[in-house]
């Protein structure tokens, strides 16, 4: 492969998000944020036999936590870098659950 014309430096993944609260409770203060990859938990939701798992990040203005509504492989890939959010951390149990869906 040859490059044509370089692109932009990279510098990590980050993404355009807004403060909503989604997964959460909702109750965001809609701060737009950019999130970088070391911001990004694994969170997860269990009802009945099923359990969920979600790429989430905090607020920086607010503290609230937001889902991202349809994270990249690169998200989970950062999130999973990351681990646990440290409300279920201790329970390795529940990582399987938090693993990227398969379409």
Known sequence: MKILKPGRPQ?????????TGAGNGNGGCGAKLLVEAADLYLTH???RDETDGYVTFKCSACGV????????AAAWEAARKNGL????????????ATQEPTP
């Open 85 to 96: 959010h440290p409300a279920v951390h201790g329970r390795p149990d529940l990582l399987a």
């Open 45 to 47: 939701s269990h009802c």
């Open 65 to 72: 936590l937001t889902d991202i509504a349809k994270p990249t």
């Open 11 to 19: 510098t990590g993944y980050s993404i355009k998000c807004t403060c």
